[in-house]
């Protein structure tokens, strides 16, 4: 049973551009979420997803960012116009369900640099 | 969601064993107490989970004290491999989003 697979797992973005972040959840599992983590810093919740859902958005910025996890294929969480402040490693997780008892599985993250 | 505190780093030797103690004055009474390993440039690992007591597994053990105010992360002869950040977290089952601190940084020496 393969992993959380993330892609790119490195990513050079300019000031200005899109950068496109795809996480496919391990085999079985329905619900997504995404954290971000800058240097010398614990991961940072940014939303959580299930098929077709939105489920928490709380720990996303309100403009330039949005997810989606869509019935078929990987989920997205997209970021326009990048910043250099949006240069993080941004890793994505999947459960089986929910709840604060169940484990989550990281993927290897995304990094990536804006110039 | 309780708020965790634990040392920022730690050093041992090839051998021994670390204890980590995590501190959350204001745990729930349904949360529970998870910890997580992360190596460089990967994402965290589950290690162990628990809610009372003692809690053991093939990696690590995990004590609580009755009044659940702390608990420590206990790994037995400890080795190069096992140089990481190590992350309490607590939550309870309608917990949904992990929430990291900084965690603590462990460095093994040989």
């Known amino acids: 049973n393969a992993g959380v697979m993330q892609n790119p797992r490195h990513l050079v973005r300019r000031r200005g551009q899109e950068a496109r972040l795809r996480c496919s959840p391990m085999?079985?599992?329905?619900?997504v979420y995404w954290y971000r983590q800058l240097p010398e810093e614990g991961l940072k919740f940014m939303v959580y997803l299930q098929k077709e859902n939105i489920i928490d958005e709380s720990g996303m910025p309100k403009e330039r960012f949005s997810a989606e996890f869509p019935k078929e294929g990987p989920s997205i969480l997209r970021i326009q116009q990048v910043v250099r402040g949006d240069s993080a490693a941004y890793f994505c997780?999947?459960?089986?369900?929910?709840?604060?008892?169940?484990?989550?599985?990281f993927g290897p993250g995304t990094r990536l640099t804006v110039l | 969601l309780a708020k965790t505190t634990q040392p920022i780093s730690m050093d041992s030797y090839e051998g021994q064993e670390v204890n980590i103690t995590c501190s959350h004055n204001?745990?729930?009474?349904?949360?529970?107490i998870t910890w997580y390993q992360q190596f460089p440039s990967q994402g965290p690992r589950f290690i162990i989970q628990g809610y009372k007591t003692k809690v053991t597994n093939e990696v690590a053990s995990l004590f609580i004290p009755a009044d659940r105010k702390s608990s420590t992360l206990s790994l037995p002869r400890v080795s190069l491999s096992d140089t990481a950040v190590y992350y309490c977290?607590?939550?309870?089952?309608?917990?949904?989003?992990?929430?990291f601190g900084t965690g603590t940084r462990l460095q093994v020496f040989p």
């Open positions: 977290l607590v939550g309870g089952d309608n917990t949904d989003k992990l929430i």
């Open positions: 204001n745990i729930a009474t349904n949360d529970y």
């Open positions: 085999k079985g599992h329905s619900h």
């Open positions: 997780a999947s459960s089986p369900r929910t709840g604060g008892r169940n484990e989550q599985f």
